[in-house]
């Protein structure tokens, strides 16, 4: 029988890992940690190197939809969402150490998992692979693929938000509300009046950045600053909006929201405040708002080039390589975005990689699901235009047209029908 590599420790790898040792099969899991990288900060498995946030849990949203079906799946970061979930209104927010220690522990506990710390610069082809290196791929497997498939991978910039400790604030600037009240969570809000809107804005457009061009970051994760730069009234209308934050009291011109990272809540993180700004013009930019004259970061903003292929050239509907059939690629790697998409894609491939080793007929998931949908936005787009995509509704393939919560119950069951063709081992 070959030997079944994932490569990579992140969101997918640890999908992919554990799903398929709970189905009873060997797996060798690979990842470079305890070696850090520029973007990490831990030597844990499924570490959350942006936001501590995987979006909304309704039902009726495109993000909670999926989230749904993956649960439904078995998802190991679900499980691991749910113990760690620190108060954040409608979304998953969570506290990244617990959630990645979770994860971890799943991993290292489980005899039929082997980790490798090892950086993977080319893949044994002998073997079933599932290659889970995110949008951080090394170079040396990226200069590998390019000379197997005869393609270049992909890139972007994408960014991260400060975090900053709460004992450091003077939070008596500020006020306690979520929006429009809805949800558990209650964020700290800073309500700026148009003459301080203005001020920030100028302040964060004239700030020195790390260099590099707009046009290569990807557009559902700009920096705070790169928004400003298109006017005076796009953070007002975006990460900064009013709308929903008013009480009786305060009726701001714009609010900058910080949200709970830990359980402790010791830690908040600023919410839209991704960032290419040179770390001393954070403090000097970040700590002119109110209530953060004081403010201790405990984590600067960051940038990082993301990696990804050409998907449409590049994958089968099983995320097995044309050329390399295998081979499975998942993950940011593959040309989804966000956390819950990455995660969902890795649990995917092992759901397929499991089907071929079993034999079976292969089963895609229904195109109609919501993880269905993003997978054929993978395969179908034009390989001319190709950009990595989140969950949204925008790409759910539907046979006619149907309210949102019927999409969910459809997809509930699609899920079940599905799985139950395999004939899967009970879920741990």
Same mark, same amino acid.
């Given at each position: 029988?070959?030997?079944?590599?994932?490569?990579?420790?992140?969101?997918?790898?640890?999908?992919?890992?554990?799903?398929?040792?709970?189905?009873?099969?060997?797996?060798?899991?690979?990842?470079q940690?305890?070696?850090?990288?520029?973007?990490?900060?831990?030597?844990?498995?499924g570490?959350?190197?942006?936001?501590?946030?995987?979006?909304?849990?309704?039902?009726?949203?495109a993000?909670?939809?999926?989230k749904?079906?993956?649960a439904?799946?078995?998802?190991?970061?679900?499980?691991?969402?749910?113990?760690?979930?620190?108060?954040?209104?409608q979304?998953l927010?969570?506290?990244r150490?617990?959630?990645?220690?979770?994860?971890?522990? +799943?991993? %290292?506990?489980? @005899?039929?998992?082997?980790?490798?710390?090892?950086?993977?610069?080319s $893949?044994? /082809?002998? &073997?079933?692979?599932?290659?889970c290196t995110?949008p951080?791929?090394?170079?040396?497997?990226?200069?590998?693929? +390019?000379? %197997?498939?005869? @393609?270049?991978?992909?890139?972007?910039?994408?960014?991260?938000?400060? $975090?900053? /400790?709460? &004992?450091?604030?003077?939070t008596?600037?500020?006020?306690?509300?979520?929006?429009?009240?809805?949800?558990?969570? +209650?964020?700290?809000?800073?309500?700026l009046?148009?003459?301080?809107?203005?001020?920030?804005?100028?302040?964060?457009?004239?700030?020195e950045?790390?260099?590099?061009?707009?046009?290569e970051?990807?557009?559902?994760?700009?920096?705070v600053?790169?928004?400003?730069?298109?006017?005076?009234?796009?953070?007002?209308?975006?990460?900064?909006k009013?709308?929903?934050?008013?009480?009786?009291?305060?009726h701001?011109?714009?609010?900058?929201?910080?949200?709970?990272?830990?359980?402790?809540?010791?830690?908040?993180?600023?919410?839209?405040?991704q960032?290419?700004?040179k770390?001393?013009?954070?403090?000097?930019?970040f700590?002119?708002?109110?209530?953060?004259?004081?403010?201790?970061?405990?984590?600067?903003?960051?940038?990082?080039?993301?990696?990804?292929?050409c998907?449409?050239k590049?994958?089968?509907?099983d995320l097995?390589?044309?050329?390399?059939?295998?081979?499975?690629?998942?993950?940011?790697?593959?040309?989804?975005?966000g956390?819950?998409?990455?995660?969902?894609?890795?649990?995917?491939?092992?759901?397929?990689?499991?089907?071929?080793?079993?034999?079976?007929?292969?089963?895609?998931?229904?195109i109609?699901?919501?993880?269905g949908?993003?997978?054929?936005?993978?395969?179908m787009?034009?390989?001319?235009?190709?950009a990595?995509?989140?969950?949204?509704?925008?790409?759910?393939?539907?046979?006619?047209?149907?309210?949102?919560?019927?999409?969910?119950?459809n997809?509930?069951?699609a899920i079940d029908?599905?799985r139950?063709k395999i004939?899967?081992?009970?879920?741990?």
């Amino acid at each position: 029988m070959k030997k079944i590599n994932i490569i990579g420790g992140g969101l997918a790898g640890s999908e992919a890992a554990y799903f398929l040792a709970s189905q009873g099969i060997k797996v060798n899991l690979y990842d470079q940690k305890p070696k850090l990288g520029p973007a990490f900060h831990s030597t844990n498995f499924g570490e959350l190197v942006c936001s501590n946030s995987l979006k909304s849990t309704k039902r009726d949203n495109a993000c909670g939809l999926l989230k749904e079906e993956i649960a439904k799946m078995g998802s190991l970061i679900m499980k691991a969402a749910e113990i760690s979930r620190v108060p954040s209104g409608q979304d998953l927010a969570v506290d990244r150490d617990v959630f990645s220690n979770y994860i971890t522990e +799943k991993i %290292k506990e489980n @005899e039929n998992i082997t980790v490798i710390s090892k950086v993977v610069e080319s $893949l044994d /082809e002998n &073997d079933i692979n599932i290659v889970c290196t995110g949008p951080l791929t090394d170079s040396s497997l990226c200069d590998y693929f +390019k000379e %197997k498939l005869g @393609e270049d991978t992909l890139s972007f910039y994408d960014a991260a938000a400060p $975090l900053v /400790e709460l &004992d450091s604030l003077d939070t008596s600037k500020m006020y306690v509300k979520s929006r429009y009240d809805k949800g558990s969570g +209650k964020y700290l809000n800073i309500p700026l009046n148009q003459e301080q809107y203005l001020d920030f804005v100028e302040k964060l457009t004239s700030a020195e950045r790390v260099i590099l061009h707009d046009f290569e970051h990807f557009e559902g994760c700009l920096p705070v600053e790169v928004m400003a730069k298109r006017g005076m009234n796009t953070l007002r209308f975006g990460p900064l909006k009013a709308r929903g934050l008013s009480t009786d009291d305060i009726h701001p011109y714009a609010v900058v929201q910080l949200r709970q990272d830990n359980i402790a809540g010791t830690l908040y993180g600023m919410v839209g405040f991704q960032t290419n700004l040179k770390y001393k013009e954070q403090k000097r930019v970040f700590s002119s708002l109110p209530g953060m004259e004081n403010a201790k970061f405990a984590r600067y903003g960051l940038m990082h080039s993301n990696r990804y292929i050409c998907a449409p050239k590049l994958i089968n509907r099983d995320l097995s390589l044309k050329k390399m059939t295998d081979t499975f690629i998942a993950g940011q790697f593959v040309g989804v975005e966000g956390y819950v998409e990455s995660a969902a894609s890795g649990l995917l491939a092992a759901y397929y990689v499991l089907q071929r080793l079993k034999g079976q007929k292969f089963e895609p998931i229904p195109i109609y699901t919501m993880l269905g949908s993003l997978i054929n936005y993978l395969v179908m787009s034009s390989p001319k235009n190709f950009a990595p995509i989140n969950s949204i509704y925008g790409i759910l393939q539907l046979p006619k047209k149907e309210d949102k919560i019927t999409i969910y119950q459809n997809s509930m069951e699609a899920i079940d029908h599905w799985r139950e063709k395999i004939l899967l081992k009970p879920l741990p």
